[in-house]
């Protein structure tokens, strides 16, 4: 069973940084790009992130880049976000996805079950 | 950046009903190599993660009930839940994964009178 479990949320104050991490266990972790996808309380879904199979390739929206760092430890099975320089407009759940596609653009076949981010003073 | 339009916004039926939820792309998610849309459907039901229906615009994922139907191509897209049950109360949305970022629309709330 395909399972991916998110950490590290919490509150912060803006202009901080929070570390979140993904542990996938179910399928071969090293074989599938995956993603960070937020939604804002009571607002839809945002795709912020997504990292290749290897790691060799990132992509960010435009409103994180320079800010927050996807990365990935295969031997551990598990997915990073770094988050920098955090803004209230970052404050969301973050999900954690898997790519079904190997490309730079996908859908994205199991979510986590989210890891809440305030961003507040 | 691609933009997904949704309609309607919200919807209210009984159990037993039919129901249409419209998306639409400000540019075709039909690749001409392939011949495929790119574009998904996902269901979030409230206080949960969302879930993957639908994908290349009419491809169930495994073990989503055959009552859930998507259909359409290019820019106009269309998902159909047949004899809607209690248990689809839930938000549903459309995504592009044809460039990216990839994009959602702002999705559609299914109520049950």
């Known amino acids: 069973e395909v399972q991916l479990v998110e950490s590290g949320g919490g509150l912060v104050q803006p202009g901080r940084s929070m570390k979140l991490s993904c542990a996938a266990s179910?399928?071969?972790?090293?074989?599938?790009?995956m993603a960070w996808v937020r939604q804002a309380p009571t607002k839809g879904l945002e795709w912020v992130a997504t990292?290749?199979?290897?790691?060799?390739?990132?992509y960010y929206r435009d409103s994180v880049k320079g800010r927050f760092t996807i990365s990935r430890d295969n031997a551990k099975s598990t997915l990073y976000l770094q988050m920098n320089s955090l803004r209230s407009e970052d404050t969301a759940t973050y999900y954690c996805t898997r790519g079904r596609l190997g490309y730079y653009s996908s859908y994205f076949d199991y979510w986590g079950q989210g890891v809440m981010v305030t961003v507040s003073s | 950046d691609i933009v997904m339009t949704q309609s309607p916004s919200s919807l209210a039926v009984s159990a037993g009903e039919t129901v249409t939820i419209n998306c639409k792309s400000s540019?075709?998610?039909?690749?001409?190599?392939?011949?495929?849309?790119?574009l998904a459907w996902y269901q979030q039901k409230p206080g949960q993660s969302p879930k993957l229906l639908i994908y290349w615009a009419s491809t169930r994922q495994s073990g989503v009930p055959d009552r859930f139907i998507g259909s359409g191509s290019g820019t106009d897209f269309t998902l159909t839940i047949s004899s809607v049950q209690a248990e689809d109360l839930a938000i549903y949305y459309c995504?592009?994964?044809?460039?990216?970022?990839?994009?959602f629309g702002a999705g559609t709330k299914l109520e049950l009178k």
């Open positions: 990292i290749s199979y290897d790691g060799s390739s990132t």
């Open positions: 179910g399928f071969t972790f090293s074989n599938y790009g």
């Open positions: 995504q592009q994964y044809y460039d990216t970022p990839p994009t």
């Open positions: 540019q075709s998610l039909l690749y001409s190599g392939n011949q495929k849309n790119y």
